[in-house]
């Protein structure tokens, strides 16, 4: 079965940078679209970034473009999310995602607290 | 960007009563970019339903999904107890995905 498993999550003072990674299994990776979606206490759910299939095609949401950089290596199946410039209101448990126009499976997230 | 709002914020109903939630979206939206979540304590959401209408797999026959355009319904026509819990909508759009603020649903 479809196996999701994300790390990397910690404490980091504002303007550092982290890299989450999220172990995927159970299916072929490189024929899905793969997300990080992120959930914060003033914002609820909000999607951040997208790796289309091969991971040629990338998208991000507004406020943290030029900040992050998602990415995949298929040779051991995992997703990337590369953040730097952190902020406050990044802080939040951030969950890698598979799915198209919907996200069918989720891994269990991994938080990320950012506070001097 | 759409922008998505959901209604009420939460919902106090018993087990085996019927609940309806509402999702409305900032503008007209295909119905096969709408899909809901459940998310209970602790846990990642869970995708329940997608183009709107379609059940994912595992979802029990008791939820439904309908609507077009702004408005869209989830129902869960009993509540069973493992039902009580946060319900989001989602939406796809221009290559942005975007969440609204969900609707918890909680024993009366």
């Known amino acids: 079965q479809v196996h999701l498993v994300e790390s990397g999550g910690g404490l980091v003072q504002p303007g550092r940078s982290l890299r989450l990674s999220c172990s995927a299994s159970g299916f072929t990776f490189n024929a899905y679209g793969m997300h990080w979606v992120r959930q914060t206490p003033g914002k609820g759910l909000e999607w951040v970034a997208a790796s289309w299939y091969d991971g040629t095609n990338t998208n991000y949401m507004e406020s943290v473009k030029g900040r992050f950089t998602i990415s995949r290596d298929k040779s051991n199946d995992t997703l990337y999310l590369q953040m730097s410039s952190l902020r406050v209101d990044d802080t939040g448990v951030y969950y890698c995602a598979r799915g198209g126009r919907h996200f069918d499976n989720w891994g269990h997230g991994t938080l990320v607290t950012v506070s001097s | 960007e759409v922008a998505l709002t959901q209604s009420p914020g939460t919902l106090s109903l018993s087990p085996g009563e019927r609940a309806t939630l509402t999702c409305r979206a900032s503008q007209s939206v295909s119905s096969n970019y709408l899909a809901w979540y459940q998310q209970k304590p602790g846990q990642a959401p869970r995708l329940l339903m997608y183009?709107?209408?379609s059940r994912a797999s595992g979802t029990p026959d008791r939820f439904s999904g309908s609507g077009s355009g702004t408005d869209f319904t989830l129902t869960i026509s009993r509540l069973e107890p493992e039902d009580f819990a946060v319900y989001f909508c989602q939406h796809y759009g221009n290559s942005l995905f975007t969440f609204g603020p969900g609707t918890k649903v909680d024993i009366k």
């Open positions: 183009g709107a209408s």
